[in-house]
């Protein structure tokens, strides 16, 4: 869950917005998850993953700030 909220944050858009874009769900799903009323199978953790993966962040935003701010 923090790996996909770490993501979302990163390309600017909610979770549930990555589980819909990955194919892993509806936009319910995320809210299901994060009241523990159900969790996600590995075959939809690696849907994400995979998703994730081939759809990296823009490079370099958030670390010129971070670097700026060092």
Known sequence: MAEVRAYAAGVG???STIV??????GGL???RWERDE?????RT???IRTYMA?????????GSETEAAA
Do not use: M
């Open 54 to 62: 081939k759809n990296p962040p823009p490079a370099g935003e958030r």
């Open 13 to 15: 858009v909610k979770p």
């Open 20 to 25: 819909q874009k990955a194919g892993a769900g």
């Open 29 to 31: 799903t995320w809210a």
């Open 38 to 42: 159900s969790s996600p199978t590995q």
């Open 45 to 47: 953790l690696d849907k």
